[in-house]
Structure formats: C-alpha cells, structure tokens
C-alpha cells in the first residue's frame, strides 16, 4: 500500500534540480565548467515540465476518481 500519493510533476522538478546539483558540483570540482546562464533554461524547462507533466497527472487523475458525496448532501429536508 502505497503511503502517499504518486506526484510526477514532483518527480520532475527533483530530478531537475539534481541535475543542476550534479553539474555545479562537477564545475566546483573541477570536472568542467559550466557557465551561470546554462543553469536559468535548465531550471525553467525543468519547472515548465513538472508544471506541464502535473497538470496532466492531476487532469487524468481527476478523470479517474469517481464523485464523491459531499457529508449532508441531499440529508436536508423540506420545510
């Protein structure tokens, strides 16, 4: 049984920013450099795509879910 909710547009946005980790730790060890103004497209694409792959997660999820009763609808009576 799954403890939470599955988020992929949050699985996105980490993997994203575990890129931009690993490369600004590659250029602070010395592996290779990479410039400041490769991150800022990185991070937004990355955040474009998580917003993108969450909105359809939650579209499709939404789609699936049956409605739900709302507790006291349709318990009132008529006066």
């Known amino acids: 049984m799954l403890r939470h909710e599955f988020r992929p547009g949050r699985l996105v946005a980490g993997v994203v920013f575990t890129v931009v980790g690993v490369l600004y ?3 602070a ?4 450099e990479t410039p400041w ?3 800022v ?3 937004v694409g990355g955040l474009v795509l998580a917003g993108a792959t969450g909105a359809v997660s939650r579209s499709l999820h939404r789609r699936r879910e049956p409605a739900r009763a709302t507790p006291g609808a349709g318990s009132e ?3």
């Open 37 to 39: 103004f490769v991150v």
């Open 77 to 79: 009576t008529a006066s």
């Open 25 to 27: 730790a590659g250029d």
């Open 29 to 32: 060890g010395g592996r290779w």
């Open 41 to 43: 497209p990185v991070v």
